[in-house]
């Protein structure tokens, strides 16, 4: 089997019967050597809505849908459970509330054939991706030559890439060979920044890497409100991924990846904070738990660091909170506003009833 579509999902009940229809749909009219070209697998990690079910129900009726549950056993092992058990010599990621484009396949093909052949032996095919709302609009810009072979020193561009921003981090920018794919450590619990924590990883041991100018994904904006649900994994998974990126990146030599992944991992502290002001907590529960971060060695240790270049407005602006003298008081003003504006917008949308 040519390729195995990896979706993890966990309450996905809105959006995974388009993500699976556009995986069971994918064109397969082209010459290829192999009767069984792809299968879907979907590992579906403790929801309590009916995705347990829908799911099922695709297995059933078509047979190229595996279906694998597990109970919440976070957004990394799911995906290696998911990779573990694939038959494809290929790795497609796709996420629950997102679409593949419907020739994916089709372009893919050939450059899976080429990479086993002539000598190429690349690991990692990226691809370009877009805005399902506004297919025009891509999401990423890279400076990459398409249909080229990197290897060895040449990756380096994809390095000076990734310590820069985050465009290459979702799994679903790439197609992998399964052999590499597989990283085990299914015990990790991971559930934010575990594509950045493989891709790293990736980038590292691939023989060769290609990228090709093709829009093959199509990404869904949910729109959603700037309020969070804080959880205290946050943190705890991003030490786990940085320290990964600290372990590859230093093999690679370059001084200014240092000074870039500083960067980030101060972007990082800055979220975590956003998080939690911007999340439905007491205002007496955001206090304790601030408190708490600001003892965390890696917080203290980085959120003083300059933000990219890139970052968000609004991390910018909380970053600018924490690093005052009297940050406690600023960011307690800032969780006692936001608290109030919540309460006021729930007595004013309950008075509209």
Partial sequence: ???????????????????????????TCFDCRDSEIFEVIVVENGSSDRTGQ????????DKRVRV????????YSAKQVGIRAAKGDWIIALDADDIL??????VLYPWTIAADRNGCEADVIFYDTADLDDRERILFSYPFEPKKVYRGDEKRAFYDVL???????????????????YLGEEHLFLCFGEDLYQTVQYLDRARGIIYLKETLYYYRRTGESISFTFSD???????????????????????????KITERKALTCSIVIARLIYSDLSISRKIVKYRNITTDPFYCRHYKNDLPAWAPEESVHIHSLQIRDDHFIAVTKAVVIYNIKMHVKKILKAVRR
């Fill in 1 to 27: 089997m040519l390729f195995s579509v990896i979706i993890n999902v966990r309450n996905g009940e809105k959006y995974i019967k388009e993500a699976l229809d556009s995986a069971l749909n994918l064109n």
């Fill in 54 to 61: 829908i799911c099922d129900s695709y297995e059933a009726r």
């Fill in 68 to 75: 694998i549950h597990k109970g919440a056993i976070g957004t």
């Fill in 101 to 106: 484009a419907p020739d994916m396949l089709k």
């Fill in 163 to 181: 310590c820069v921003g985050d465009s290459l981090n979702a799994m679903w920018t790439k197609c992998i060979r399964r052999e590499m794919a």
């Fill in 233 to 259: 994994f946050y943190l705890d998974s991003q030490k786990v991924v940085w320290e990964m990126v600290d372990k590859i990146s230093g093999g690679w030599n370059n001084p200014d990846y240092v000074k």
